[in-house]
């Protein structure tokens, strides 16, 4: 009997087929960790979730479903389909209720999302800031929102966009630090001060 031969580098990595991975993909393929994205057909996994991070998803989230209508629904870290390659997981969503179909419901498609939020961690800066606000955009969606921790005192402060229909680019039309307030996607007023964040 002849022993299996054996290497060093095996490994359990899944190997990219040539033309990158699609969304198919990403809910099909075996053992991935939890919250993979696929961004430009790549496979982004994340690193362990900080406090912040956290926090500041239930802070939103449970400030954005105090007030939000019954025609829509709040999610947090769902798959968003904005095509055949890209199936990014925003930190929250706000989707139409008529997408929610079921418990077994696995991703949104971009149409049916008003607003993406984004909480930036150090190992997605530039995915948060960049890659991900001109992705969504590009796919429609309505509203985004950029959370970053600022300075010492670990204060929050969300960045408020909207989609500019001409140009299919996000523009700025807020910074909030202590207080979020804005009307759209729905009247929202959410304490984002450090002391809230603190309390949770």
């Not at 912040?52 to 629904?73: C, N, Q, W, Y």
């Not at 993406?116 to 800066?125: C, I």
């Not at 979020?180 to 007023?189: A, I, Q, S, W």
């Amino acid at each position: 009997m002849t022993a299996e031969p054996t290497t060093a580098h095996s490994s359990r990595w899944p190997v990219p087929p040539q033309d990158g991975y699609t969304v198919d993909d990403l809910f099909t393929l075996p053992d991935l960790p939890p919250h993979t994205e696929l961004i430009d057909g790549s496979l982004v996994f994340v690193s362990p979730q900080r406090d912040f991070h956290s926090t500041m998803i239930d802070l939103l989230v449970t400030g954005l479903r105090s007030t939000a209508p019954p025609e829509v629904k709040v999610r947090r870290e769902m798959t968003v389909v904005l095509d055949r390659r890209n199936g990014p997981e925003p930190d929250v969503s706000v989707v139409r209720a008529e997408a929610v179909t079921g418990p077994e419901v696995t991703r949104y498609q971009a149409a049916d999302v008003l607003l993406a939020v984004e909480v930036v961690s150090p190992d997605s800066e530039a995915r948060d800031r960049e890659a991900k606000p001109h992705k969504y955009a590009t796919a429609g969606i309505p509203h985004f929102w950029l959370v970053e921790m600022t300075g010492t005192d670990q204060h929050p402060v969300v960045r408020v966009y909207e989609l500019d229909p001409v140009t299919k680019a996000y523009a700025l039309t807020g910074i909030h630090h202590d207080r979020l307030k804005t009307g759209v996607p729905f009247p929202v007023d959410i304490d984002v001060s450090a002391d809230a964040l603190k309390e949770l």
